[in-house]
């Protein structure tokens, strides 16, 4: 059930510290932390997603008093909640990266999903741009070289005279 992790902490530090996880989450798209914190921080992010997809001045008001930066609402609501419209929650996604090295502790990654895709999406394009700009290079190849044997069979080139071996 989510939100009754303790995470060993008081309450007012608890949700101090959430708050501004999920509003750095929100700005970048992705924070690395302990996979209880991912798990605390997915479950208020996608209330804070769900908030900007109904885009009304309670649910602003809302936003405002969990998230801590105003520029950060914006973005929620202005770009954030709009990708998202017709997803029905799931909107993060936690990658597990292995034990922290200090204390052994497992980590994770949580990522908002439609960056995840727009990044797939702009390394795919990427790609593809790079595969038709190494075929016209491929094409364009062939003819600089037929260009060069046709400069060749142009001028006649005199061929030297055979060195004698002189030998003693």
Same mark, same amino acid.
């Given at each position: ?7 060993? !902490? +008081? +309450? ?21 932390? +302990?996979?209880? !914190? %991912? ?6 992010? =996608? ?10 001045? %309670?649910?602003?008001? @809302? ?15 202005? @770009?954030? %909640?709009?990708?998202? %419209? ?13 034990? !922290? !090295?200090? =204390? ?50 142009? +001028? ?13």
């Amino acid at each position: 059930m989510p939100g009754t992790r303790k995470l060993g !902490r +008081t +309450t007012a530090n608890r949700m101090a510290m959430l708050r501004g996880m999920v509003t750095l989450l929100l700005e970048t798209g992705k924070v690395d932390t +302990t996979v209880t !914190r %991912a798990k605390e921080v997915r479950c208020l992010a =996608d209330k804070m997603i769900t908030l900007g997809k109904k885009n009304t001045l %309670a649910s602003r008001r @809302q936003a405002l008093a969990f998230i801590t930066k105003s520029e950060v609402v914006k973005k929620l609501f202005d @770009q954030i %909640a709009p990708e998202n %419209a017709n997803r029905n929650g799931g909107y993060t996604a936690i990658y597990k990266l292995g034990p !922290r !090295r200090g =204390d052994g502790a497992e980590m994770a990654r949580i990522v908002l999903v439609a960056e995840m895709e727009k990044a797939a999406a702009e390394k795919e394009a990427a790609a593809k741009k790079k595969s038709s700009k190494k075929k016209v290079e491929e094409v364009a190849a062939p003819v600089e070289e037929k260009t060069e044997e046709t400069a060749v069979e142009e +001028t006649p080139v005199e061929e030297a005279p055979a060195e004698e071996n002189t030998e003693a």
